[in-house]
């Protein structure tokens, strides 16, 4: 569907529905990305956000409504096929692989890339924007700290060389300070033109580095609009979220 300014989302889902069971996970979600975007997906714990983007990848089933990519259905192609068009996502919780090394995972992640010269580059890429990584890189991954464990998954990601990135909670069970610099990686990834769906509990810093936000609750969509618009809502946030109106 054409946005307004003429623009075919590189994103879209249509009247999503994700059921477990008897249980309505998602409700008729309808959203959509645009290239360059960065487009925060908020909701308390339980909201079904990441139900929401594992439907996007493939791994539950959609039990109703439509993804399309460039205007392509994919909502039935596979998760491997998914990436390979260009989607990627760097799952909640890391799901890192703690018995190989960093370099292992990094490998991994560009498994799907078949251009050794692509792979190269990413690499040296990746390893500038997470130093860190390039000095743990013979270390196995499961010795990293919880910081060094989040950048390890999002390059990972990164390495398959996606046109759009999903991250779900990067911030979750992070130390306030590392925190704050998840979220200058991913300014400096949004500012490198990368496209990205950004599903966050905290709702302060991920309104923050977004230009457009949804608001998801109990499975269905509560807002969506404007970063700048939602993050001064009080009573909606407050209503949805728990936080107070920014001063």
Sequence with gaps: MLQSDGRVPLLELDSICVEYGAVKAVQSVSMNVLKGEVVALLGPNGAGKTSLISAVMGIVPVASGNVRFEGRDITRVSPEEKVRLGI????EG??????????ENLQLGASSQPDKTLREELLGRYLAMFPILKQRYQ???GTLSGGEQQQLALSRCLMANPRIVMLDEPSLGLAPVIVEKIFELIDQLRAAGLTILLVEQNASEALAVAHRAYLIHSGRLRFEGAASELLESGDLMGHYMGMERRQ
């Design 88 to 91: 990627g996502i760097s799952p």
């Design 139 to 141: 270390q196995k991954a």
């Design 94 to 103: 890391r799901r890192i692989f703690a018995n190989l090394t960093v370099a």
